[in-house]
């Protein structure tokens, strides 16, 4: 009896090794295949002046590489394109009515009490940051870490909320300091762990002041006017009532910082003495051009689309060779393997088409974003994807990437089956959902939403401006022609109009269900 006794314990602990040595090996297997996870976000940055989606217009080699060892997503838009909602949506996975954060205004905080994408990945260990700008309102809520601008933020000597919620002036360009304190994260974080870094960039956002060693970086160009640049807005009412116009709305001694204030307290405050010099040295020159053509409006208008353009361009100059910076400590870390990387920003920007600077509208120019990701091994080098992405499935990517379940009340989809590693198991989105909200200040762009798909795009704006608008994107890519009104489309706007329907039912939209309920009791 005793030497049963004994084989069966002997054999009871056997197991339990066994077992112990078993849910060692899954445990190490699983955090060895979560990869780390860095999103770099920058504001306004258009797809139309990246070299990797074929911009002509300036050279991104950092992008450009990013895309060239990972995979460049070709139609990746957004869900409403203004800065502090896209974030929301990327950090929620969720619409804008459903997290509750639709428009930039001060007094809609950001509920940070809600599901977020770094409480998700905190419950397979990830460690999570977020430095630079965050533009919520509200402090960051789950993270590790954090490091922000308040609101916008500055270009020069900016302030930054730290966690102990100290606001601290630093000496640097935002750009640059955005990247140090995000290095001096990664090289103190727990190194056991995989972690979560979201990189918050402020370029390229207005008044596109560019670091110093980049002014005049592109004086040798002359850009070539987009087609719609004197576009009349014929048959769009709200296209013709905004007010984001570079020949009207840009302003001349803030925007384009000719004879700019450089005394009193403002934009160009937090230049030091030496940058001062070197601004007003730069464009006290242009204030002579300045003069020739600001009594002729075309000749005024083309003029300060130039300037626009460069300022911007040499705004980004810096964005991208930080960014550069960032991939170079992953190289030298050896962190490049194991970790995914993106490159995004909050939402697109209108480089003069329409005559226009800013965002807001769902047509392409700023409903589109740039969208690349690299995960050595897992995406294969110089991948092309042409399905339509939103900002709404970057977060149950990323769980995915991490192996995290992925909550049902999510409202986007994994891209992780576009890589081609298991096939698709449902076929991908035809049509994609917007929702804008923000009237009217800022530019006076008409609250609206709509559908679109890979040929059609069908808008209802509201409020001030009871309208619908259809373009065929394939055949009017500028949509200059609205052809909701045209019997022709007919049976295709009224198709249209039943998808929209279902896609407001399926994302919960009750405003825009209410605006159509109505619309069909009249
Ligand atoms: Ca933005």
Request: proline fraction near 5%; hydrophobic fraction near 35%.
């Amino acid at each position: 009896m005793p030497t049963t006794y004994c084989l069966l314990m002997k054999k009871i602990a056997r197991s339990f090794y066994v077992c112990f040595l078993m849910a060692c090996c899954i445990v190490s297997h699983a955090q060895e295949k979560r990869p780390n996870i860095l999103i770099i976000l920058s504001d306004d940055h258009a797809q139309q002046t990246i070299s990797a989606y074929g911009s002509k217009l300036a050279q991104t080699p950092n992008i450009d590489r990013i895309a060239k060892e990972g995979a460049l997503f070709s139609n990746s838009f957004v869900t409403n394109s203004i800065c502090a909602p896209s974030r929301a949506v990327l950090l929620t996975g969720k619409y804008s009515h459903i997290n509750g954060l639709k428009d930039n205004s001060a007094q809609r905080r950001f509920d940070g009490s809600q599901q977020q994408i770094q409480k998700l990945l905190a419950t397979a260990n990830y460690q999570s940051a977020w430095i630079g700008k965050w533009h919520l309102q509200s402090l960051p809520q789950g993270f590790d870490y954090w490091k922000i601008l308040p609101d916008q933020g500055n270009y020069y000597q900016p302030d930054f909320i730290n966690m102990n919620k100290d606001t601290v002036r630093y000496k640097g360009y935002v750009t640059n300091l955005i990247s140090e304190y995000s290095i001096e994260w990664l090289n103190k974080r727990d190194a056991s762990s995989p972690f979560f870094l979201v990189i918050g960039e402020k370029a390229t956002h207005r008044n596109w002041m560019p670091a110093i060693q980049d002014l005049g970086a592109y004086d040798d160009r002359t850009f070539p006017l987009p087609a719609n640049f004197f576009d009349a807005y014929a048959d769009r009412k709200a296209a013709a009532e905004q007010d984001m116009t570079i020949s009207k709305t840009m302003v001349t001694n803030s925007d384009l910082k000719i004879r700019a204030n450089y005394s009193d307290k403002g934009l160009f405050e937090r230049l030091s003495p030496e940058e001062k010099k070197a601004y007003q040295a730069y464009y006290d020159k242009l204030a002579k051009e300045y003069d020739v053509v600001k009594s002729d409006s075309i000749a005024l208008a083309k003029w300060k689309y130039q300037r626009y353009l460069k300022d911007y361009l040499s705004t980004a100059k810096s964005l991208d060779r930080n960014i550069g910076r960032i991939l170079k400590y992953l190289d030298s870390t050896g962190l490049a393997n194991n970790t995914v990387v993106i490159y995004t920003s909050d939402q697109g920007f209108y480089m003069g088409e329409h005559g226009w600077f800013d965002k807001r509208f769902m047509y392409e120019e700023s409903l589109r974003t740039p969208f690349v990701i690299r995960y050595p091994g897992v995406i294969k080098p110089g991948t092309v994807a042409d399905q339509m992405i939103v900002n709404l499935d970057i977060a149950p990517s990323l769980l995915d990437f991490a192996k995290v379940p992925v909550p049902a009340d999510l409202q986007g989809s994994s891209m992780v089956p576009l890589f081609g590693k298991a096939p698709l198991i449902k076929p991908w989105r035809k049509s994609l959902y917007y929702h804008y909200y923000e009237y009217p200040e800022p530019h006076r762009v008409a609250p609206h939403f709509g559908i679109r798909t890979e040929q059609y795009k069908l808008i209802r704006f509201y409020g001030p401006h009871e309208n619908w608008e259809l373009f065929d994107i394939v055949k009017d890519p500028h949509e200059m022609h609205n052809l909701y009104k045209n019997p022709q489309y007919k049976s295709q706007t009224q198709k249209l109009t039943k998808e929209l329907q279902q896609l407001a039912e399926k994302y919960k939209d009750t405003e825009a269900l209410q605006i159509l309920a109505h619309e069909t009791n009249q």
